[in-house]
């Protein structure tokens, strides 16, 4: 597990990350959300000992991060930083030998990983005649070439069209499943919603939450209610306590005031005729975002 304790970080006389604490578990998918200059790329930054914090510490396991173990860790820069004139494959296979590997395993993991990816095929192309979302992909395949322990991913789905984020997400799931902690940034809310088993929220240099995703969708945002009867729902506008937040026929969707409760309003949803469906529903994560942050 990689623990992040009481980090901070300035560059000149401002304060960029403030005691920032989290945690990334292994076999984890944790999503690193945050508003553009937030501190998602510095925090990356620290963990992988490119950038130095002004306090804090970040340990593996208990233990402080040492250089021989940071070879071991798997990082996607925000900067791509591969070689537009080097073949994939030789440049793949290149990498995964600066991090340690024999030339027979790091072939074999290149082919291996390029095959994951869909880009056998371009093997032998250089980088540069390949569209940039194959491009993309050929970076995940960078970071994941030595079988890293842990994998830091700056955003990692950032212009991949629907089919290639399926494709980077199965081999980023598999590495989980194996047990790698594995955290990545994103913008996109909608893809870490789907994606993130853990979230740091982070805003202006401060943690605004972190932890499991259901567990913070609970503790998040207002409890709603959707109900689906038969004929107009319109009378749950009259019920003492319950504010109707989206009406569409028979289908509602409100929240309830400390007056009443779902069970109140199932029984007098009950007398009006069949209810078809009545279940809570919790915060979407861009809710629950804009409320921690
Ligand atoms: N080398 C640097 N010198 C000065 N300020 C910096 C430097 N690197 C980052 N910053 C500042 O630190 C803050 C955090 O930046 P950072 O890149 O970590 O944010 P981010 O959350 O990754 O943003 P984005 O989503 O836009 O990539 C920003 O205000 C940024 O301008």
């Given at each position: 597990m990689l623990t992040v304790t009481s980090v901070s970080r300035r560059f000149g006389e401002t304060?960029?990350?403030?005691d920032v604490s989290f945690e990334v578990r292994p076999g984890r998918m944790t999503g690193f959300l945050g508003a553009n200059g937030a501190g998602k790329t510095t925090t990356m930054r620290i963990i992988l000992g490119v950038l130095a914090a002004h306090g804090g510490s970040v340990t593996w396991n208990g233990e402080p991060v040492s250089p021989a173990l940071r070879q071991r860790f798997g990082y996607m820069p925000?900067?791509?930083?591969?070689?537009?004139?080097?073949?994939i494959a030789e440049q793949v296979a290149w990498l995964g030998q600066l991090h340690g590997l024999d030339r027979d395993t790091a072939r074999r993991n290149t082919e291996a990983l390029l095959d994951q990816l869909d880009l056998t095929e371009r093997m032998?192309?250089?980088?540069?005649?390949?569209?940039l979302g194959n491009q993309q992909r050929v970076q995940v395949a960078a970071a994941l070439v030595h079988d890293p322990v842990l994998l830091i991913l700056d955003e990692?789905?950032?212009?991949?069209?629907p089919i290639a984020v399926e494709v980077v997400l199965g081999v980023l799931r598999e590495r989980a499943a194996r047990g790698v902690p594995v955290l990545f940034s994103s913008h996109q809310l909608a893809v870490v919603e789907r994606l993130c088993d853990d979230l740091v929220i982070i805003s202006g240099g401060v943690i605004a939450a972190s932890g499991d995703r259901e567990a913070l969708r609970h503790r998040y945002g207002t409890q709603r209610w959707e109900i689906v009867v038969d004929?107009?729902?319109?009378?749950?506008?009259?019920?003492?306590d319950v504010r109707m937040i989206d009406l569409d026929g028979p289908r509602a969707l409100f929240e309830l005031g400390d007056g009443t409760s779902d069970q109140d309003v199932l029984r007098a949803a009950l007398d009006k005729g069949a209810v078809r469906s009545f279940t809570p529903v919790l915060p979407s994560l861009d809710e629950i975002f804009k409320e921690a942050i």
């Open positions: 304060r960029v990350l403030d925000e900067e791509r930083g591969l070689y537009p004139k080097m073949k032998n192309d250089k980088l540069e005649d390949l569209s990692p789905f950032s212009g991949l069209d004929s107009d729902a319109g009378w749950l506008r009259d019920l003492d």
